[in-house]
T-cell receptor
Framework: ETGVTQTPRHLVMGMTNKKSLKCEQH?????MYWYKQSAKKPLELMFV???????ENNSVPSRFSPECPNSSHLFLHLHTLQPEDSALYLC??????????????FGEGSRLTVL | DQQVKQNSPSLSVQEGRISILNCDYT??????FLWYKKYPAEGPTFLIS?????DKNEDGRFTVFLNKSAKHLSLHIVPSQPGDSAVYFC????????????FGTGTSLTVIP
């Protein structure tokens, strides 16, 4: 198993659909993250979970709803998205979410297209 | 406002020569910097990091230089290999304050055989 796995790799959804992105880490890390990568923009931090508790929500619209049932799994629930939400969504994990001196381990990303 | 900037979207280098990728930042509180490499259809992978107490960190063919007064860091790859062709992101953080890494927009490096 690779360190951080994301499913699905590609997702096309209409604006009224409800879907979820899943992330799983096999590294024994305590922190998990959702990042958004839009074309020609830097990676944007969306959410951070530390020991299953949300510690950061970077002004993300409520149509994105994260869930972290345990330290190995992270979900991003999607509801009534807009076409401008089309992007690559990257999950990452790190040993801890406090020191900010460890590296992030990224998954391969979920490419989302909203029609 | 972008706190980490990579002003060169792309760079082409001949195999065997040096690749120099640049990154500028605006927040003087940043004290930890990383470089990530990303191949198409893969997630970014960590390459090398540097703390602000150093001005250079070397790992094999990869060296990162930090110029705090200029708020500038660079990644040197010597010698460049075709397998180094990828998008390189720099990132910065203020250590021990939480979870926020700030990323640049990336530079696409092509190493020509």
């Amino acid at each position: 198993e690779t360190g951080v796995t994301q499913t699905p790799r590609h997702l096309v959804m209409g604006m009224t659909n409800k879907k979820s992105l899943k992330c799983e880490q096999h590294l024994g890390h305590n922190a998990m993250y959702w990042y958004k990568q839009s074309a020609k923009k830097p990676l944007e931090l969306m959410f951070v979970y530390s020991l299953e508790e949300r510690v950061e929500n970077n002004s993300v619209p409520s149509r994105f709803s994260p869930e972290c049932p345990n330290s190995s799994h992270l979900f991003l629930h999607l509801h009534t998205l807009q076409p401008e939400d089309s992007a690559l969504y990257l999950c990452a994990s790190s040993q801890d979410a406090v020191t900010n001196t460890g590296e992030l381990f990224f998954g391969e990303g979920s490419r989302l297209t909203v029609l | 406002d972008q706190q980490v900037k990579q002003n060169s979207p792309s760079l082409s280098v001949q195999e065997g020569r040096i690749s120099i990728l640049n990154c500028d930042y605006t927040n003087s509180m940043f004290d930890y910097f990383l470089w990530y490499k990303k191949y198409p259809a893969e997630g970014p992978t960590f390459l090398i990091s540097i703390s602000s107490i150093k001005d250079k960190n070397e790992d094999g063919r990869f060296t990162v230089f930090l110029n705090k007064s200029a708020k500038h860091l660079s990644l040197h790859i010597v010698p460049s290999q075709p397998g180094d062709s990828a998008v390189y992101f720099c990132a910065a953080s203020v250590s021990h304050t939480g979870n926020q890494f700030y990323f640049g927009t990336g530079t696409s490096l092509t190493v020509i055989p």
